[in-house]
């Protein structure tokens, strides 16, 4: 039933030696220092590099007439904060959908999801003229019928307990495929207008600022919270739906409500950054390493890792071809695509499965 | 013709051995029946028969030629085999798939003769498929589809003929029907060898029990001489008693009968 | 009682040579060479430019006389519409070889990601030298699709016929997709407007000489199968019954695979990444003829490319003055017909 894959299972079990309580918050305090040092390292980094003194400087002691602190507060910091925001939200939507499912493939981007917001918010421009401040609404509502599409679908499929997480991948990625087409199919129809859409279309943080940010927030903050709230509910879930049933949880509303959440967390990080694929799929197996999934801690560990993955992404998209800059749905997608393979892998060597 | 297995040995790439030094010989004419435990190395003979696997030591030979040395077409055309865990596909007609067994009689610019066509058809009818010919296999009943698949070996119409459990799936009537025919195809000349696990169904219809145990042949023989509470014993680790007359008898286990 | 000579089969005299033919196959291969003979004039004349029929009729009797009209037609249209009528039949006949290799119905280039592999590799090689000879791009290709089979067969080990090796094939298509958008993104604007249409498969680079290429390929590639066509019936049966009907299924089944490539490779080189077509043709020749190797491969490649050639032209000329990519057009049909084809065959 509990649907473990030991990535490498030496290094979980050497982990898992220590104390758990020692393991969490040793993560916690591994990855806030990673979280700085990436931090730090993505201001510096770029077509102007800085020393590290003057972003503290910057920072904590800003000076309208240095050049250098303006680059830091305008520029680089809001691009790095608007990376960890959407990370930590697209780990805690991963985080909520594997815990759900409790299948270790799903994420926002494996089930389609975002996919389908990018296509919503295609249509919108293109035949309601939506701005880009309103575009989080189709891009929700785009999410939304992706993911039941994709639900829906899978209930069509066998439904053996053990192919079951395969199908839904399955019906995912052909979900995925499916308004990815569509979405080419429009944007042919007027390349024009789409001009400027295509680096967003891949999944760009650069463009992104704290005015987006900003829409966003509430409704974000909004999500974090309910899925949070729900955290107990779903670790009575997790032993099945029957037995959570007659602990008394009231487990289609949990669903739902979880569901809304995930979509509307990814479909907020499309309407400002694009489709980011495939963070939300990796942040919940390192989370895993450092604390079980039951209970919340699980949450805010994903959140603190989403944020490091994705500004660390960035990071390397742009170092990695200095001085030319790559896009970070990209670079995501290529390591995330990767890693899912050798889950695929894995999860079928383990489990003997057809 | 006759088939003969001398001293033949064969291995996973572990070190676990399937068979060890079996030798057998199998004659025109007669209905041989093997039986033992579960994973005991009934299907993998066959499987070293029909040249799927690769023999570690021995000889597998056809009126004394080695098996190696034939063409897979000229193989085809000496020994057909009856298997279940034959995939069908889904879209292929009764018809079509029965016709298949004579591929191995088709030259390279020749499909399908009218001679081939009407082997295919007495195949059918006497598996009782004639009104399912246009049928689509996955449209079949499992029975039917078992039918469907003795047709096609009957249309192959080899001297040696082996036969896979060929009862699964099938209703009683069926199976004795298939049975009956295997009977039939014996005393026209051929060699027929099935593996069964009925074993009330092995003594009717076999002249020559094979018993098949830990690697080795346990015993054969006649029915009654191979068949014993004995046997049962040492091989099924079942108790049992035999009841019945001398002709037909049945082994029931012995806590059954107090 | 003849159930086959009742009604059913025409038979042709000879016994030597002898090549029966279901009266259904036979209305069902005229009916397709008609339209897929009409669908090839009436591409011709179909497009922005107007053009008029006795325009067509000088072109196809090869009474050029280059005035404008018979230009556009020769130089624009007649190299798409060989070229999506040849890559039609080859990219069918890919998936109905690769449908047989594996046992799956779902099997297919671009399923298994091969055409994505392919395609990436020619990209690579645009990239990296800005001139590119044909030669070169048709091996380019040739070595993506085997690195491609290569990762997905190593990842699926033995279980070919399942849902799992689809579900592999989709992500190592999406890496390799994934590995191309970077490539794209960091690439020139005018490079990129050409590559993005490659990467989605596109019939408007090709020329005369290219597409002629495309259309004597297809030919030597349907010969070929022709001659193999008798073992592929056996070959459905699995590797081992197909030994027992006489095969020599080891050597027929690499064969096939062989076939598979070598018809896929030159188009992904010329179109670009375009997959499902062998998915759609194969499915719906299997349910209009049933299962008979031979037809059911020729039927394939006639409906594929009829298929191809309506996408091709559907796309310059449905929305004009915009043009629409035929490959476009393509994944998304194919991605319907995926989710559609699912719910049909999940039960293994």
């Not at chain 2, 799936?169 to 051929?190: C, F, P, T, V």
């Not at chain 2, 593996?195 to 080795?216: C, N, P």
């Not at chain 2, 091989?235 to 029931?252: A, D, I, Q, W, Y």
Request: net charge neutral.
């Amino acid at each position: 039933m509990f649907q473990r894959i030991s990535l490498p299972s030496s290094l979980s079990r050497s982990l898992s030696s220590v104390l758990p309580n020692y393991r969490f918050l040793g993560g916690v305090f591994l990855l806030t220092v990673m979280l700085l040092l990436v931090a730090l390292t993505h201001i510096s980094i770029g077509a102007r590099p800085i020393v590290w003194a003057d972003i503290f400087q910057a920072i904590f002691a800003f000076d309208n007439q240095q050049f250098v602190h303006h680059i830091v507060i305008k520029q680089r910091l809001p691009r790095l904060v608007v990376a960890m925001a959407c990370g930590a939200m697209l780990g805690l939507a991963g985080f909520s959908a594997q815990k759900m499912f409790q299948n270790p493939l799903v994420s926002s981007s494996t089930l389609g999801v975002s996919s389908g917001a990018v296509f919503f918010s295609l249509c919108a421009i293109y035949f309601f003229n939506v701005s880009e401040n309103d575009i989080f609404i189709p891009a929700f509502i785009g999410a939304s019928v992706a993911g039941v599409f994709t639900l829906s679908m899978t209930e069509m499929m066998n439904r053996s307990s053990i192919s079951k997480n395969l199908h839904i991948v399955l019906a995912g990625s052909l979900v995925s495929m499916l308004f990815s087409s569509l979405s080419s199919f429009l944007m042919q129809l007027d390349p024009l207008r789409f001009a400027n859409v295509q680096d967003w279309l891949l999944g760009d943080i650069s463009p992104a600022d704290f005015t987006d940010l900003s829409r966003i927030y509430p409704l974000a903050l909004l999500a974090i919270g309910v899925l949070l709230s729900q955290g107990r509910s779903l670790d009575v879930m997790i032993m099945g739906e029957k037995q959570a049933r007659s602990a008394g949880v009231n487990v289609t509303r949990t669903r739902n409500i979880t569901l809304l959440c995930i979509f509307l967390l990814a479909s907020l990080v499309v309407s400002i950054v694009g489709p980011i694929g495939f963070i939300g799929l990796v942040v919940p197996h390192i989370s895993k390493l450092f604390v079980s999934e039951v209970g919340n801690k699980g949450a805010w560990l994903s959140m603190l890792i989403g944020g490091l993955l994705l500004s660390f992404s960035d990071l390397l998209a742009r170092i990695v071809i200095a001085p030319k800059v790559l896009i970070v749905g990209g670079v995501s997608a290529s390591i995330g695509s990767i890693f899912f393979l050798c889950l695929l892998y894995f999860m079928v060597r383990d489990k003997h499965m057809s | 013709m006759t088939l003969k297995i001398d001293n033949v040995s064969f291995a996973y790439q572990t070190d676990r051995k399937i068979l060890d030094a079996i030798s057998l010989t199998f004659e025109p004419g007669k209905f041989y029946v093997i039986i033992g435990q579960n994973g005991c190395g009934k299907s993998t003979l066959f499987n070293l028969i029909m040249r799927h696997l690769s023999l570690s030591s021995g000889k597998i030979s056809i009126n004394g030629k080695d098996l190696q040395q034939l063409s897979f077409k000229e193989q085809a055309q000496s020994i057909s085999v009856l298997s279940q865990s034959m995939p069908l596909p889904e879209f292929m007609t009764v018809a079509d798939m029965v016709m298949q067994g004579r591929f191995c009689y088709q030259g390279f610019f020749s499909r399908f003769s009218a001679e081939d066509r009407a082997i295919a058809e007495q195949a059918m009818q006497k598996m009782q498929l004639t009104e399912l010919a246009n049928k689509r296999l996955s449209a079949l009943s499992g029975g039917q589809q078992q039918r469907a698949r003795m047709a096609m070996l009957l249309t192959q119409q080899t001297d040696i003929v082996l036969l896979d459990e060929p009862t699964t799936h099938l209703d009683l009537k069926h199976q004795y029907m298939l049975l009956d025919l295997g009977r039939e195809l014996a005393e026209q000349g051929k060699t027929v060898v099935a593996i069964l696990h009925d074993m009330t169904q092995a003594a009717l219809y076999a002249d020559h029990v094979i018993v098949l145990a830990e690697q080795k042949v346990y015993a054969q023989g006649t029915a009654q001489s191979v068949i014993t509470d004995t046997m049962m014993q040492h091989v099924f680790h079942v108790n049992t008693s035999r009841v019945g007359n001398e002709k037909v008898g049945l082994h029931v286990p012995t806590h059954l009968i107090a | 009682m003849n159930i086959f000579d009742d009604q059913n089969m025409i038979i042709s005299p000879s016994e030597g040579i002898s090549l029966p033919l279901y009266k259904r196959t036979l209305w069902v291969l005229c009916a397709l060479v008609i339209l897929l003979s009409l669908s090839f004039v009436y591409s011709l004349k179909l497009g922005s430019v107007s053009v008029s029929w006795a325009d067509v009729y000088a072109v196809m009797g090869f009474d050029v006389e280059l005035n404008d009209a018979t230009s556009t037609i020769y130089e624009l249209r007649l190299p798409r519409i060989m070229g999506a009528i040849a890559a039609g039949a080859l990219m069918a006949l890919s998936g109905y070889l690769l449908q047989t290799a594996a046992r799956n119905a779902l099997a297919d280039p671009g399923v298994l990601g091969l055409s994505d592999g392919a395609a990436l590799s020619v990209i690579v090689l645009y990239v990296v030298f800005s001139q590119v000879s044909l030669t070169a791009s048709i091996l380019a290709s040739f070595f993506g699709v085997f690195v491609t089979a290569l990762l997905v067969l190593w990842f699926v080990h033995k279980n070919l016929s399942g849902t799992f090796i689809v579900l592999v094939g989709i992500a190592v298509g999406a890496v390799v997709s994934a590995f191309s958008d970077i490539l794209l993104s960091s690439v020139t604007i005018e490079d990129m407007a050409f590559l993005m249409a490659f990467l989605s498969g596109s019939f408007l680079s090709l020329d005369l000489t290219s597409a002629s290429f495309l259309s004597i390929w297809m030919t030597v590639i349907i010969a070929v199968f022709l001659l193999l066509s008798r073992y592929i019936n056996p070959l459905n049966f699995g590797y081992q019954h197909a030994m027992s009907l006489g095969v020599d299924a080891k050597k027929y089944y690499i064969f096939i695979i062989i076939l598979a490539v070598f018809a896929m490779a030159p188009v992904i080189a010329l179109v670009g990444s375009i997959g499902f077509i062998g998915l759609i043709a194969t499915f719906l020749a299997k349910n209009i003829i049933g299962y008979r190797g031979t037809e059911l491969g020729i039927v394939s490649m006639l409906l594929g490319a009829i298929m191809t050639l309506w996408a091709d032209t559907l796309g310059r000329t449905l929305f004009a003055p915009v043009m629409i990519n035929a490959g476009v057009f393509i994944a998304l049909i194919g991605a319907l017909f995926f989710i559609i084809m699912t719910r049909y065959i999940v039960k293994q």
